[in-house]
Each structure stands twice: as C-alpha cells, then as structure tokens.
C-alpha cells in the first residue's frame, strides 16, 4: 500500500482492480526455479506473480494516475553465496509519455524443504524526463564498451535512445514516414540490429532501422572514422550532425483497418500483426532486403480470420501463432494459418493482453475483467500439434478410455432391438463404475490403465428383462481397496432388485439380493436412495407423480438371507403428486419429517415424512400421504434434475434446486407455519441444464456453491462459480444419454466423465494426485466486472459474522457491491494488506444483460405507530423478537430497460462452531492480513425478484390506442386530490397520455437512481421495502415490495418533474411525542433528487408511506394472491408477464369499500383492496380461488377507500443548485441535537458538471402541543428558491398529529472544486470525499455554516471515475472506494485533533 504521511492527515492507497494492461515474464535461473515469476501491470502498479505457486508475491507502485502500458525486462547477474541467492534484473515500465527504470532483486533463502522463500524489491534506478509523444515500446541495447542503453520508441514514428550510465538523450532517429501510429515494436540487441516495425494509421506496417551516415569525423571525436561506435561516441555525433537517418525496410500492406499490436519472431524474420479489421497477418520478412537502401512493398503471406471483434494482441513462435481479441476469446493457429484451439474464459472487452513462454510452455492472458489466466500450453492442444517440438515434451493429464461392454464383440449384425446396449451407468470413484444394459446385466467395471479393463458380471434380473432405472449408494468400507454398494435396479416388469455388493475392489462379491414386484408393466421409471435415510429405505416412481417409499429388512438379521424374498421387504407410504408429473429427484430431512420432491415439469413438492414410519418397530402399513405445500414452476416448465435440503434454524429448513433452466433455486421451509417461500436464485448463463452444484469440504451451506456441473447444447460442463471459469468441457451428445460423473475435492484437477455414444462407453478421466498440485488452468488475479462500473455502495458488516468472532480481525475487511455496464452484480471483499481485494462473488445479470445505472444496500428497518387497537403490546413486543430474526437485508438495482431487480442477503449466521473455525484460522496465521475467506463465504446474496415493463410484441392497434388519449386525459382531468397530495393539471394530464403510449411503444427507458428503506408495522410479518426511483422519461415514482410475498405495487408518483432525475437520496427523521417514557412512535420520510436541470427536490413521502403499510397489515394478501410463483428471469420460465392491478373503483356497491382487481387466466376480478395499484410481475399464471375471496372480504372493506395512485408535491425545490446536471448526491447521517431548538440535523452535499460542490444544512424540530394549542397550518409547501437565495426557509408538516419543521439554510457553494465533471461524493457531516472525471479524489472538511475546506488530494488509478463511496471505520478514519473502469479503495486517516462535531 503506498503511504502518504502528513501532520493532520494519512492517506493508504489500496490496489487498483480493474484492466491488466501489460505482461512481461522473468526468468529466473533453471536451477532456482522450473517456472518463471510473471510481472503484470494493472492501473498505475506492477504486480508480481509467482507462477509455480499461483501467488501473488506483492505489488509495487511505480506511476501516480498513469496507466501501465508495457514492462521489459533484462537479466543483469546472479550472485550465489552460502546463505541466499541473489538475482537482480533491470526493468523498464512505461505508460503514456512516461519512463521508468527499476532494478528488481530477487533474495532467495533454502529454508523451506519444498521450496526457497522468496524476498523480492523493486527500486527506482531512474525516472526519465517526460517525452513529447506517447511511448510504445522499449528495448534494452548492448554497446561494445559494455554500457546499457534503452530504446525508446514513440508514436511520432521516431525512436530515442537513453544512455543508463550518464542519464540522457544520446540519440533521437525520425523516421522519413512522419506519421501518427497505433502501434511500435522494436526487434535487437543493439543498435546496428534494432529494427521498428510501426503501425500507421494507414493501415499500413513500415519496417525502418537506423543508419549510419558517412561523414567527416568530427574534431572532438578521435573514433569519429570507425563506422559503429560505442555510446560515447554517439554523445559525439550529435542529432543536427545527421551521423544517424532512419531507413525504410519494407512497407507491409493489407490490413483494412487500425493495427493495435505488432510481434516479431524471435530471429526477426517473421512479423505478425493484429487489426481492427478482425483479422491477424503473418508476414515473412527476408533478410538479403534488409541491406537495401529502396523501399520495397510486401504482402502478408498468411491471413488468419476467425475473431468475431477487433484483435487486440498477439505471440509469435515458430510453430505456432496465438491472437487475443475483443471477443473474450484467445485462438491459437498453426503455422499454416488454421485455428487449432479457441481458450474462450474472460468476460468485457475482451482479452488485452496474451503472452507465451517456450520454456516453460504457458501461455497468459489477461483482459479487461482483471482476470489473469495461466493455460499449459499441452494441456489444450490437440493430438495434431504432437509434431510441434514444443509439445513433445509433456503429456496431457487427461486420459480417455473406450469400452465395450464384454459380449459387443459377438454382434456381427447391426443393432437391433435385441442386441445388448448400455441402459445405465454410475462412477462410484474415478476408476470404478456400474453398467446396466437392455438384457438385465450388471457389471462392476474396474478401470486399470489405457489397455487394462477388469469386467466382473454381478448378476442378471430376473427374465433378463432390460433394467430401466438405477440408483447406487456407497457406504465407508471397512478396509482399504474395500468396496461397500448399495445398487437399485428397476426393470421392465416392474420389479425392483436391491443387490449389495462388498469385497475387494478388483474382485468384487455379492453379498444378497432382495427382489420384489414394485409396479406394473413399464411403469417403474426412477428409483433414488435417500443418504439421509440410509439403505434401509428405497424410493420408486411411476410417469403419474406417484412416489412409494419402500422398507428393507435388516440385511443382517437373522431371518434375512442373500435370496428373493418379497417378505424382506414393506410399503411404507405413497405420496401423490398434486401436479401428476414424474417425481425426477428427491431428497429429505428426518429431524423436520419432511420429503421434497422435483418433477419433470419444473415443481417442487413437499410431503410429510412422519418419523413413526421409519422406525423399525412401527407396523407396515400402507400409508397414503398428500402434500404439505408445493411450489410450481420453481424451473419453469424444465425438469428439475436435484433437491438438496439442509438445516437452517430450529424450525426452518433450507432447499436448493438445479433443473433444465439453467438455474439454481433457494426455498425456505417453516416447519411451524407450514409455509413454503423462495428466497434467492442463481443464474448460470453458461449451462442449460445444471445436474448438480458442489462446494469444498461437503458443506452444509446449500448456498456455498463452488463449482456447477451440467450440460449446454451437446457438451458436458464443469463450471467454477467462485472464478466464473470453466473447468471441463467435453463434447458427449447431450444429457439424454447414458451418463455420469465423479468429481474429486478439486474439479480443476480432479474429475471424470462417461458417457455412452455409438454403444461405446468412453471415460474422459483428468485425475492428478496431491502430490502433483500444479494445476493448469490457473486464476491469478482475481475475476472482476468485464465493462465499466457505473455504481457500487458498502455493505455493512454488522451481521456479516458471529458476534463471538474477533472483532479486531473482521472489522477490517469491508464489502462492496457493484452494477456493471454489462448487467451483472458482484459482491466484492476488501481486507487492508498486500493483496487488498480477496475475494469477488458474481450474484447475478439483470434480465437480458440491461446495464445497472444504480443500486443501494437496505437494512435497518423502520416501524411505523400500530393502529390496531385489538394487538396488545405484549403481542407486539413477541412479534418483534421473532421478527427481529428475520428481518431482511435487500441490494436494490436498477437499470437500463426499466429493470428493478432486489437481491436478498443470505444472513446465515455463523454458529459456534464455525465462529471457532474462523478464530483458529485466524490464530494460525498469527496476523490480520491472512484472515481466512470463510468468514467471507457466509456473506452473499441472492436474486430475489425483479420488475420490469411489459414487452410488446407488435404494433397492432397503434392507431385505435391513440385516439383514447383524449378521452383519458378528460377523465384524468375529472378527478381530484386532497391537499396534501396536491391538483392533477394539464402538465399531468399530458404526462399520463404519454405515458400511456410510451408504455406500450417505448422500450428504451432507463432507471437512472434508486433509494430504498425497509418499513414494518408491529404485529405484522409483512416487510415492506419502499423503493424510489427515477427514470430517463423523467419521473419519479415510490413503488414497494411486500416481503416475503415478492409482490410489486404502486404507491405514488412524485410530481412534476421537467427533467430527468440522476441522483436520489432518502432520509428518516425519528420522531417522538413528548412522554415520560419518550416512546418513539414514527417517523417521517423524506427524498431528496438531483435532476438534469440542477436543481435539487425535497419530497416528503410519510403520509402514503405510513398508509400503505397499515392497509397492508390488515389486509392478508396472501389469502387473495397466489404468491408461491417463480420470478421472471426471462430464462426457462416460458410464461407471459402477467399484471395485477389493487386499485379503487366505484361500483354498485355502498360507498366507502375499495376494489381489488386481480388479472389472471380468465379475466379481471374485483375485491376490496387498499386502493394502490399492484404488479405482481414474477408470475406465470395467476388463480384467485372462490374461497380465499370470500374469507378476505370483511377485512378489505373495513379499509377506508383512497384514490388510486396519489401524487406527491416537492416540499422545496432547490433551482440552480448547479448550472447544468446533478451527478451526484449524498446525505449525511442526522445527528440529534435535542439540546438546542434544531432537534435534529442532517447536511446534503452534491457534484454536478459544474465541477463545483454544493452543500446545505436541514434542520428538524418537533412543535410542541398542547391540548389547546392551535394547529399551524402547513407553510411553504412547493417553494422554489434560486441557490443563492436559500438563507432560512422553513416547512412545517403535520402527520397523524405529529407536528414538526424543516428548515432549509447554510448554503454553500465550492466552484471549481474538481477541474472536471463530478461523478461521486458522499459526507458524514464531519468530512466529504468527492471524485471527478479529473481522477482526482479531494477529501473536505465541513466546517461552520457548511463551509467546505480542502485538507488533501490524491490521484487514483481508476480512469473515468463514475462512482465514489465510503464508510467510518473509526474516529476520523474511512474507507473511500472509488469505480469507473475498475475500483480502487482509499484509507483516509484523519488528525485526531479534529473533533467529529462541527
């Protein structure tokens, strides 16, 4: 961490995540070391990778808001002695017209057995003076007296030449083609060899050198006839003496568009080149033209077309030619211009960077997602490169068997419905596996190597008849190279065979058999172990959703031999399937007595599971059981392919679903209200079919998933869900195949496929033992967003870990969240030390990859006054305890296409075991830089819901919609409002007909901002998540969430608007009634915008807020709406967007009822409602049942009627805050200040395009009232006031008799405090920190009267800063994190003598 040290404050500058913009290997000693260490530049450091142990050895700052373009790299010496090695190196970096020469020494000390310890420095040897023109390469050059020099070539086509001893200029050569270049690379070791091959912006590659003229000696130069001389005999010769021209080799023409990377081969004969033009060229550049003076034009002999974008980099070997693009793919060809492999693991803009080793054979590729990647070059090259001299020298790891099952070789004719094929097959291990086929077989195969396949026929069903469905559970054996299996068979006959089989692996043995009638003909489809249940329990499915739970005997009484015996075994139980779909897997929880089911048609199903029919002494009877509770379509309509369930708390039970969407599922289950909620989602963009997720070490967190296997299209894949990468793909056919896998404890390393194609079994078995653990592909750098970062917000840690965990430890880490211009949002870890940022969670994509413009962190929840009188308070004090256990914690984002999407946080806490688990990691370690990612792992969150506009797909009746404009604006104009929410005039009538076709024919709104809070209402288990946002359309409206329900509703729009808003804030002011218990009783919630136009809103939101929670208390929605519905994600969900509307109407009914209208599959129908206007857009289907409406009538009409969506009023518009946009806007935390008459306090600051700073401070007061006190009527209600006039205005509100006043005043204006666009700021009242397009981060000090003072500045490495935020880590000390393209994070530590309290 760079460290800058003054008397009042500290600054600790954290490592830039974000482009890898330049790679450079060194290569240390063979005997030192087989794998050479990687330098890789990211922003303005130099980062320091070990790669033989895949670690980052540390990072180096080397540049201040300078972006590291390139880094070469020249041995020096090594210096072996008896106690350590030293190994020193010099290495230039370069980026924009900046220079620098480091020497880097490497301390290498034996003291480990396995492997040296490593001390690395970086030095600063020389910081050259700032050139003219951009540098595009550097070369280091010999010189015959033994002195270094450094080629430096820039993009005025010309190269400077730097003498390293005396520190300057000795040479400066312009080429005769005196034009701008895209690109430059320097080829030789000294300057008689140097030659530059320059990209123009003609497309066109010029090859020059520099030569030497012959001239008189000059009288100052006694070597002045000798035609090369050393470096001091270039300080001799002199630019103006011309003794040095640049001469035009070739000029290489065809590329069609810009060139961005040039590479020479490694004898200088060969050039390729990269393009704009999608394509890369191999030209051959011979050398009997290079002593030609003339220039000579040549064509690239080789064009290699594959790219889908622009090619950004390139490597050049003598075999082989690797391209890097913007198509996030990195190709490798050969030599005769074929693509032999395409490596396709980053995300964004592509890959900038690929860099190939021959020695070691690995190739590096790094890119815009920050992402560093390390491929062995054999582990992806086919069999056809087995010629190439490079990859004779390694073998792959992954082994591919083909078998035959044992009687294959006896068919002569061609398959037939009688011949012998593979019906099933399951891994038990990776060299084990079970075969079943068509005529009743089964084998136990054993795989001993490439030409050793030990077959042992276990037995054959009775009749021969072909086995439909297999199941296998292993057990522990009881000895080494033992075997324990418990295989299911199910046959055509309907019969189920249970074979046990034990012994030794090779010579396998069966134990018994248990063989009985389990259904009739061709109905017996599935047959599935419980491991929770053990073997004494067998399921079997029929097509019907029909599911029977069968009892073994004990295999090891002394009544149950190893024969058939139908007595052996019992029918417990038949559940039935309400949906009549094939149960396709299952799992259950014996502590909860529950079952769930997954069918082929994407429902989950929930059966009891009573403890009394799994106890042995229980009599067998057939027990019929119904479901519990279900939820459809939690897959769609695709088959769900695993149920896994797991322990959450005392009474609720955790489940987690895969199925055909691509999708995995988390549901709640609460044993005591039998109730059954989703809770969160996951997306796989990569897989269509997920079969399973996997996390290390078999832990019970369902929601720890690290790695995903599946199928997409015809090809099997294993997927990393912590690094995004792939770890296994394997063509195979598809997942209707027979098939299986087996995955070891890592899947990068260890894994095993098989599958059957052509009545061919074929393995593909990667399996490295642990004592090999150089594992290939390698992660580097961590996975960050692919594009730019247009928002991010802390989350805080207050629940993160157990409250038992070390405070000292864990309080220094901090979590970020993040919207991305590609849609996605990640959930970063930030933990002070060398490698600052640890760890990076991806929680999803907006539906469609609709880029996110904003997104907020909710948590503290607010509860409004009970107006119930029948809920005592003893009631309510229960409820809250119980509630305050559930309380959500919620990330709103929203976007482009009006997506609004609510991530739910997964608060699993920490138990005492596993508090212990992170306090002895963190002992072991001995220090807080090394704290252990579990504790991070905990913390993550879900994809709960998301709502978005309808998708039109036609026009159809454009015509027939417009002309009811006029016709809705008159009965807009009809209706009216009572004060508070204030008249709807023509501005409003105009902005609902727009609206109106806007909705069905504008698609590219965006959401600009959001802010959200959490309410609660005592006696209610209803949360409700108020969220505000702004769109481009330029409204504003209040919309919430009902948790858990998932239902979206309409509250009010705040109105008018004649800009779009770009920045939004909330504030909740407590307030009290005076008391002697000083009980508060509510709040008041207020929103503060910043538009387009400058100016900056204040609206006062308590009123329809505090209603629409109490209507919604009392109302049970629930009972009315179907809410147990899977959330559009726009993937597998195959279902239309359904909307529903609460909303009041009028009808023939007595006055004061409202009507709830609820759009399903057969019309509209009307109940009582709140008279808010709802969109439950997560929805397939919707049915209201007769009954549920019945039941919820007398509550709905015992709800006053309101209007339909009410519009809110600003109480104060701020005109002219700034002179054009507001891009940013922060509110500080209210302080109480009861002492004085302002009650409470709070300050806004904002940035705009301006680049000035404005801040403001609010006060709020509470008005005492006594029983004969008058009411003050409410007073400057929609003011508008010029910035410069804002001395004291005051707004007085009243809100179910609570009395209160806002006053406006301490305005304060910073011009000029960025020398760009500001994009981020954010204030505790004590401090401001703002960002700009300058790069700059400023801290302030918020003095008297909203004074803003300067104190310090600082350059950041992230260019186009577009986001700024922070949080108080202690008295005087934050964490700034700032986001654009990548994020970096800032430690401002400020004096101590700065009191908080300004």
């Not at 300078?66 to 020096?76: M, T």
């Not at 033209?289 to 064509?299: G, L, P």
Request: glycine share 6%.
């Amino acid at each position: 961490m760079g460290k800058k040290d003054l008397s009042e404050w500290r600054l600790d500058v954290g490592q830039y995540l974000g482009e890898i913009s330049a790679l450079c290997f060194v290569h240390l000693p063979s005997h030192l070391s087989s794998l050479p260490f990687l330098l890789a530049g990211s922003g303005s450091q130099v980062l320091l990778y070990d790669l033989e142990a895949g670690s980052l050895i540390r990072p180096f700052q080397v540049f201040h808001g300078i972006r590291l373009h390139g880094i070469s790299c020249n041995f020096i010496n090594c210096t072996e002695g008896s106690v350590s090695t030293r190994v020193t190196f010099e290495v230039a970096l370069f980026g924009e017209k900046r220079v620098k020469l480091f020497e880097l020494n490497f301390e290498l000390s034996p003291n480990s057995q396995y492997q040296p310890e490593t001390c690395v420095n970086l030095s600063l040897v020389q910081s050259l003076p700032r050139l003219s023109h951009w540098v595009f390469d550097v070369c280091f050059l010999k010189v015959c007296n033994g002195n270094r020099s450094l080629a430096i070539g820039c993009s005025d086509n010309s190269i400077r030449v730097w003498d390293i001893s005396n520190s300057s200029i000795i040479l400066e050569v312009h080429s005769p083609e005196r034009c701008l270049l895209y690109s430059m690379k320097l080829w030789g070791d000294n300057l008689e060899a140097l030659r530059i091959a320059s990209g123009t912006i003609y497309n066109e590659i010029i090859v020059w050198k520099v030569d030497w003229e012959h001239v008189a000696p000059l009288l100052n130069s006694p070597e002045g006839n000798h035609a090369h001389g050393s470096s001091s005999d270039f300080k001799c010769f002199k630019l103006q003496d011309q003794q040095h021209t640049a001469v035009n080799l070739f000029r290489l023409v065809g590329h069609e568009g810009s060139i961005f990377r040039i590479e020479w081969s490694s004898c200088g004969s060969k050039l390729v080149s990269v393009s704009d033009d999608r394509s890369a060229r191999i030209w051959e550049v011979r050398a009997e033209y290079w002593k030609d003076s003339d220039s000579i034009e040549e064509v690239g002999s080789s064009v290699l077309y594959g790219h889908n974008a622009r090619v950004w980099d390139c490597c050049l070997t003598d075999s082989f030619i690797i391209t890097a693009g913007e198509d996030c793919t990195c190709r490798v060809w050969g030599s005769d211009g074929k693509q032999l492999k395409m490596i396709k693991e980053h995300i964004g803009r592509g890959i900038w960077r690929c860099l190939y080793d021959p020695l070691s054979s690995l190739l590096v590729t790094a890119g815009f997602d920050s992402a560093i990647k390390v491929h062995q070059f054999q582990a992806f090259l086919p069999g056809s490169l087995e010629s190439h001299p490079e990859a004779k020298e390694f073998n792959g790891r992954t082994e591919i068997f083909s078998l035959k099952i044992p009687n294959f070789s006896e068919q002569i004719r061609l398959t037939d419905s009688k011949s012998e094929y593979v019906r099933c097959l399951r891994l038990t291990s990776e060299d084990t596996l079970y075969i079943a086929t068509n005529h009743g077989y089964l084998y136990h195969t054993k795989l001993c190597d490439m030409d050793s396949v030990n077959w042992n026929k276990i037995l054959q069903v009775s009749e021969g008849m072909p086995i439909i469905c297999m199941d296998l559970l292993s057990n522990e054996p009881k000895y080494p190279c033992g075997i324990d299996d418990w295989v299911a068979l199910g046959d055509g006959k309907g019969n189920m065979t249970i074979v046990r089989v034990v012994g030794d692996v090779h010579t396998p043995q069966l134990s018994f058999t248990f063989t009985w009638s389990a259904g009739i003909e061709r109905q017996l489809l599935g047959t599935y172990w419980c491991k929770s249940l053990g073997h004494r329990f067998i399921f079997t499915a029929d097509p019907k959703g029909r599911l029977k739970l069968w009892r073994l005997c004990n295999p090891f009484s002394s009544d149950c031999y190893a024969s058939s015996k139908t007595n052996n075994v019992f029918l417990v139980a038949e559940f039935s399937s309400c949906f009549g779909a094939r149960i396709m897997c299952l799992d259950a929880s014996f502590e909860d007595e529950v079952l769930f089911c997954g069918d082929l048609r994407g429902n989950l199903v929930l059966f009891p599971l009573l403890r009394d029919l799994l106890n042995d002494k229980s009599v067998a009877l057939h027990v019929e059981l119904s479901p519990l509770n279900y939820f459809k379509g939690a897959h769609g309509i695709s088959t769900v392919s695993n149920v896994s369930v797991a322990k959450l708390r005392s009474n609720q039970t955790e489940i987690r679903s895969t199925g055909g969407d691509g999708c995995i599922c988390y549901l709640e289950y609460d044993k005591d209200r039998e109730s059954l909620e989703f809770i969160g989602m996951k997306q796989v963009k990569e897989l269509s079919l997920i079969q399973s997720v996997s996390a290390e070490n078999n832990s019970i967190d369902l929601a720890s998933c690290n790695y995903a296997a599946g199928f997409a299209s015809t090809d099997f894949i294993i997927w990393n869900l912590i690094t995004e990468a792939k770890v296994v793909q394997i063509p195979c056919g598809g997942w209707r195949r027979p098939h299986s896998y087996f995955l070891g404890d890592v899947p990068e390393i260890k894994n095993c496929f098989a599958y059957v194609k052509d009545e061919v079994i074929h393995i593909h078995r990667h399996w490295v033992s642990n004592g090999e653990r150089k594992m290939f592909p390698k992660n580097l750098h961590m996975q960050f967003h692919g594009k730019e970062i247009h928002t991010l917000c802390f989350v805080s840690e207050n629940f993160q870990v157990g409250a038992n965990v070390k405070k000292s430890a864990l309080n220094k880490s901090s979590w970020i969240a993040t919207g991305c211009e590609d849609g996605t949002v990640r959930l970063t870890r930030y933990s002070p030390g060398f490698e600052n940022w640890s760890s990076s969670k991806l929680l999803g994509e907006h539906v469609g990859g609709s880029a996110v413009r904003s997104i907020c962190f909710v948590s503290e929840i607010n509860q409004i006054s009970a107006v119930v009188d029948n809920v005592s308070e003893e009631i309510n004090r229960q409820n809250c305890v119980a509630e305050d256990k559930e309380n959500p914690f919620l990330l709103i984002s929203v976007g482009a296409k009006r997506v609004l999407t609510s991530w739910l946080l997964r608060h699993r806490g920490i138990d005492k075991m596993e508090e212990t688990t992170v306090e002895r990691k963190y002992n072991r370690h001995g220090n807080d830089l090394e704290l252990s990612l579990g504790a991070s792992s905990s913390l993550s969150f879900q994809w709960l819901s998301t709502d978005m506009p309808t998708k039109n797909s036609s026009t159809h009746g454009k015509k027939k919609d417009i002309k009811k404009v006029d016709h809705i604006t008159r009965n807009i104009a009809s209706m009216n409002t009572n004060a508070n929410t204030g008249s709807i005039s023509s501005e409003s009538r105009e902005r609902e007909a727009k609206a109106f076709l806007g909705d069905k024919y504008e698609d590219d709104w965006r959401y600009l901002a959001v802010t959200a809070f959490l309410v609660k209402c005592p006696g209610s288990r209803l949360t409700v998540c108020f969220v505000v946002v702004a769109c481009s359309d330029a409204t504003l409206a209040l919309r919430a969430l009902i948790l858990p329900l998932r239902l979206w509703f309409e509250v009010a729009m705040l109105v008018p608007l004649s800009s779009p808003v770009l920045a939004l804030q909330h504030v909740i002011m407590p307030i009290h009634l005076p008391s002697k218990e000083n009980v508060q009783i509510g709040s008041s919630y207020f929103v503060i915008s910043g538009a387009t136009d400058g100016s900056i809103a204040f609206w006062d939101v308590t009123g329809p807020v505090e209603a629409f929670v109490q209507q919604v208390s009392t109302l049970h929605i629930e009972n009315f709406i179907d809410c147990q519905k899977r959330p559009r994600t726009g993937r597998g969900s195959q279902g239309g967007r359904w909307w529903r509307n609460l909303r009041h109407t009028r009808p023939n009914k007595e006055s004061g009822s409202s009507i709830v209208s609820v759009r399903t599959e057969g019309g509209v129908q009307n109940h009582d409602a709140c008279g808010v206007s709802a969109k439950v857009n997560d929805t397939e289907n919707c049915t209201v049942e007769d009954g549920h409406i019945a039941s919820c009538e007398p509550e709905l009409n015992a709800v006053n009627s309101t209007s339909e969506i009410c519009e809110i009023r600003p109480i104060h518009i701020l005109n002219n805050a700034h002179q054009s946009g507001v891009n940013c806007l922060h509110v500080s935390k209210i302080k109480n200040c009861w002492s004085t008459e302002c009650g409470f306090h709070f300050y806004v600051v904002s940035g705009g395009d301006d680049q000035a700073i404005h801040c403001l401070r609010v006060d709020l007061s509470l008005l005492a009232r006594g029983p004969d006190s008058e009411i003050i009527a409410a007073d400057v209600i929609n003011s508008n006031s010029e910035s410069e006039d804002v001395k004291s205005l005051i707004y007085y509100g009243q809100e179910q008799n609570q009395n209160y006043r806002i006053r406006f005043y301490n305005y304060f204006r910073a011009t000029s405090a960025h020398s760009s666009a500001i994009k981020g700021i954010w204030t505790d009242g004590t401090w401001v920190f703002s960002t700009g397009l300058d790069q700059r981060v400023r801290f302030w000090l918020l003095e008297e009267h909203s004074i803003l003072s300067q104190h310090a500045h600082l350059v950041v490495s992230v260019p186009e800063p577009e986001a700024l935020s922070a949080r108080a880590c202690g008295r005087n000390h934050y964490e700034i994190a700032v986001a654009g393209r990548g994020m970096q994070m800032v430690e401002f530590h400020a004096s101590t003598d700065i009191d908080e309290e300004q």
